[in-house]
């Protein structure tokens, strides 16, 4: 069977996506499946931004394909891992948890590093630079992520 993680963010356009592909460039997708959504419905459909489209090329990852989505409550039975940008998506994510194994899902992505900040800043508004900033957190928590998850 396999494991499922969901990635969060706020939009689904800039962070999530990243952190899907970024995961998904790490693991055997045979064995654990990851998907990315978003706590708001603004783009729903849509591909990523630009800016993470490119960012994520520049380090041979395509992102291009994916399409946005919301967040939903069915999302808590359907992943077993679901990692959230910053402290913002987790109150969001939280509020539709129904049970006591619905909270203990939901972490944020970089309690996986041991150093560093505590969230993954929202690059949207920023310029490129934030775009690479992003990704380099990231794909540092995704590398502890990854050697997790084979354990399982």
Do not use: W
């Not at 380090?59 to 967040?71: A, E, N, P, T, V």
């Not at 109150?91 to 006591?100: F, H, K, P, R, T």
């Not at 929202?122 to 380099?136: A, I, L, T």
């Amino acid at each position: 069977m396999k494991t499922k993680v969901l990635m969060v963010c706020l939009g689904n356009i800039c962070r999530s996506p990243l952190a899907e592909g970024i995961l998904r460039s790490k693991i055997d997708t045979s064995i654990v499946e990851v998907d990315s959504a978003g706590t708001a419905g603004y783009h729903i459909g849509n591909p990523p931004d630009p800016r993470s489209v490119a960012v994520a090329r520049k380090y041979q990852i395509d992102i291009s394909g994916q399409r946005c989505r919301r967040f939903v409550r069915e999302d808590f039975e359907r992943f077993d891992h679901i990692f959230v940008m910053d402290q913002s998506n987790y109150q969001d994510v939280i509020e539709l948890a129904a049970e006591s194994e619905h909270y203990e899902k939901v972490k944020l992505l970089l309690e996986e590093i041991e150093a560093g900040p505590s969230e993954v800043p929202d690059p949207y508004y920023g310029g490129d630079s934030g775009f690479e900033y992003v990704f380099d957190l990231i794909d540092k928590a995704c590398d502890a992520l990854a050697i997790r998850l084979r354990q399982y």
